[in-house]
C-alpha cells in the first residue's frame, strides 16, 4: 500500500499544480468550519512532526 501512495504523490502535485489550486486556496485563514477539538489536536501533532523531520 506504501508504493501506491508514493506512487500517487507526483500525481497529486501535478494536479496541484497545474490547477493552480495554490492560487485559489489562501491557507493563511483560518479553517470554515473550524476543526473540532480532537482533529485539532491530531492536526497540530501532524504538523510538529512534519516540522521534525525537515
Same mark, same amino acid.
Given at each position: 500500500?506504501?508504493?501506491?501512495?508514493?506512487?500517487?504523490? +507526483?500525481? #497529486?502535485?501535478? %494536479?496541484?499544480?497545474?490547477? @493552480?489550486?495554490?492560487?485559489a486556496?489562501?491557507?493563511? &485563514? +483560518?479553517? !470554515? +468550519? +473550524? #476543526?473540532?477539538?480532537? $482533529? !485539532? !489536536?491530531?492536526?497540530?501533532? &501532524? %504538523?510538529?512532526? !512534519? $516540522?521534525? @523531520?525537515?
Amino acid at each position: 500500500m506504501r508504493w501506491l501512495i508514493w506512487q500517487l504523490q +507526483p500525481l #497529486l502535485l501535478r %494536479i496541484y499544480k497545474k490547477g @493552480r489550486y495554490y492560487l485559489a486556496i489562501d491557507y493563511e &485563514q +483560518p479553517l !470554515a +468550519p +473550524p #476543526l473540532v477539538a480532537d $482533529d !485539532a !489536536a491530531w492536526l497540530t501533532d &501532524q %504538523i510538529s512532526t !512534519a $516540522d521534525d @523531520r525537515t
